[in-house]
């Protein structure tokens, strides 16, 4: 990894997990819209962390508060940070069943849900080895859990699935153990309470459905409502009087939450991989809220 100009710069890295939402395709149509310069970047719905390991790579980090709600996810981030020999050890155990429909749905997936985190922040070697068989095996590689918090996302069929990529792995520790990166398990408010002026805050919350038919908000066994969007817009709100610098993406169906008039809104194409139906992934228009004028800046 090169470290430039106290920034860090580790060549192209992108997500370690495949996460409903994830931001990968539209990297390159964000890059028009990203603040040029800014402190601390904050990322309160860090899922996959397509948007950080981008800016990352592009050495334009110094400072990162990476955050999410979902315990089995954050769990994982600080497993490859603080435990990876453990893991890779685990994994390639694991890779031998990788294309075992029996395994799968006899051992892995009930020990995962057997195994319960308590803050998210434990490092569980033996919980994260097992999200990655089931995210590298199941349907479309698809994180969903019920309302009793047990995954239940079936067999995916895969013919020959790599459940793990070591120098990739590797790659990513060396980012997440720098000094200027931490990683919390939390609601997006409580990990931005510190975030103050040039500070750059990327909200990617779970999208509201465009339709009744196309939900997709089990990330958690507590779905995110309307109610959720309205108290988010709050918060973008007070950050952006705050003098944070505000990104959101989000279905339009959130347009009504922010004003024109005080926030600059644009639609941009994307091809959504939230619908668990693999040929319903369409061509969707994605919102994207901005409290401050695109830099048109490409480096
Ligand atoms: C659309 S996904 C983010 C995808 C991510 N940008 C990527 O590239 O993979 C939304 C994320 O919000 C998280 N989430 C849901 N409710 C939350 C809350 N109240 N606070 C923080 N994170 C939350 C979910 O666990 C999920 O990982």
Redesign the pocket.
Known sequence: MLETMGKYAAGRLS?FLK??????QLLETFEAYFPKSFGTYY?????????FFHLASKGRITKAVL????KD?INCYVTVRDRLDELLERLKELQNHARDKEYFYEVVRPNFNKIELQTGSEGDVEKTALLFYLNKTCYNGLYRVNQKDEFNVPWGRYKNPAIYDESHLRAIQRILTQSGITVMC????E?TMNAGPNDFVYF????QPVSSTANFTS??PQS?GWG?QERLSQAYHELADRGCLLMLSNSPKVEKLYSPHTFRIERVRATRAISCVGNKRGPVQELLVLNYQRTDVKD
Do not use: I, Q, R
């Not at 996460?19 to 990968?24: T, V």
């Not at 990322?43 to 948007?51: H, K, S, W």
């Open positions: 997500p996460w409903a939402g994830g931001k990968g990322e309160p719905f860090l899922g996959g962390g397509a948007v955050s999410d709600l979902n996810l939390c609601d997006y408010h990990a990617d919350p779970p999208y990330y958690t995110f959720d």
